[in-house]
């Protein structure tokens, strides 16, 4: 449930703000093709003849294409400034000579010149040997650059809302699932609880019986089944309580070293027992907030079922180390691959490759979706894959 949280959440929240996002780029856009296009209608107006003629009269009809720019027309004679005029407002600040002279001493030929207005201070154009008509494009260098901040700041104030208005509407769009989910889990709950009674009853029964060598058979086979059925009702309890969500507060901070250690020891004999070794290289020292029999029943179950699908006389590999604020874990096995496309369908509740090897194992399909709730409520992630024969399931824990 709360992986369809997040997917509902991340889906709705990048299509709002990836729409957001276009919607102020083009903004953005239009913006500056306005500020570019104006600079160059200004720029053709004054190049409208060979030898532009600045205006006499401040009121003259050409004069008024230039309010919205500070435009400066210079004469050349044989390479030197003769006349400067200036169009608009003058500011004091904008060295027109000094700029007319570097034009002169770079360029050699008639060209205009408009550079990028989010970072330039004047654009030009230089008719070779007779004048350059020169625009100051600070103010719209300055107008963009406060567009483009003013757009960065609405896209931060508006993802901040959408993120709150998004978490309402993935709780609103996700509740029905989580009904139905919590009634599911209701149910096998209760129903595994309701159970747990006459099945005791059943092997305590059973246990009374065998005293009696009469249908000993059919008493086994009321054991034998009786055991399954515990052992599947007390997994189907443990992930509903997992599935449930933890109470973090017990969580202490413990030694994850030893306790991988210890879990190692304890399964070196059922290895034993299938030619197998498990070869370990734990990190002394490794400290990490979490409940220790979770940490326990996790590797235990990588463990069982690494065991499980090795092949005779090979090794079962448990590595356990710390690279900064992470906390790496891996049980390797070379023996039977996962299929591909499967990887993630083996944590599934119930999902059995094999499902006749599996029942005859009394395997039920429930340990890896146990071990993958035990790495979510500890804010891990948990992956298997399987290459050239060896199967590695690789958790990794934030410190």
């Known amino acids: 449930m709360k992986e369809l949280n997040k997917k509902v959440f991340w889906t709705i929240f990048l299509l709002l703000s990836s729409f957001v996002l276009l919607v102020l780029m083009v903004l953005n856009v239009i913006y500056y093709r306005h500020e570019l296009m104006s600079i160059e209608r200004n720029l053709n107006f004054s190049n409208r003849d060979n030898n532009p003629k600045p205006p006499q009269n401040e009121e003259n009809d050409n004069n008024m294409i230039f309010m919205d720019h500070e435009v400066y027309t210079i004469f050349i004679y044989q390479g030197q400034i003769t006349e400067i005029n200036y169009h608009g407002i003058l500011n004091s600040d904008f060295d027109v000579n000094h700029i007319a002279n570097l034009i002169l001493k770079n360029d050699m030929e008639t060209t205009v010149k408009i550079g990028n207005l989010y970072f330039s201070n004047y654009s030009y154009y230089y008719d070779y040997g007779n004048s350059i008509v020169i625009i100051n494009t600070a103010d719209s260098k300055e107008s963009l650059q406060g567009m483009l901040f003013l757009s960065f700041l609405f896209f931060v104030v508006t993802e901040l809302l959408l993120s709150i208005i998004v978490r309402y509407m993935t709780s609103w769009i996700v509740q029905p699932a989580k009904d139905a989910f919590d009634r599911q889990k209701n149910f096998i709950a209760d129903a595994s609880h309701e159970l747990k009674t006459p099945l005791s009853v059943i092997m305590a029964s059973a246990d009374e019986l ?190």
């Open 210 to 399: 065998k005293s009696n060598k009469t249908n000993q058979k059919y008493i086994e086979n009321i054991q034998y089944e009786s055991d399954r059925m515990k052992q599947l009702l007390t997994s189907m309890l443990d992930l509903s309580k997992l599935e449930s969500g933890v109470t973090k507060e017990n969580y202490k901070d413990e030694n994850l070293s030893k306790i991988m250690e210890k879990v190692c020891l304890t399964f070196e004999g059922i290895a034993y027992e299938k030619n197998l070794t498990i070869e370990s290289h734990i990190q002394e020292l490794i400290m990490f907030h979490c409940s220790k029999e979770e940490m326990e029943r996790l590797l235990s179950i990588l463990l069982d079922n690494a065991i499980k699908h090795s092949k005779m006389n090979e090794k079962v590999t448990v590595s356990l180390k710390k690279e900064r604020n992470l906390i790496h874990l891996s049980v390797m096995n070379v023996g039977d691959p996962i299929p591909e496309g499967e990887e993630e369908k083996i944590f599934e509740r119930f999902y059995r490759v094999d499902k006749a090897r599996n029942r005859k194992e009394n395997r039920y399909g429930l340990g890896l979706a146990i071990a993958k709730n035990i790495v979510i409520n500890h804010n891990g992630v948990i992956k298997a894959s399987s290459k050239d024969g060896l199967t590695t399931f690789k958790i990794i824990f934030k410190k």
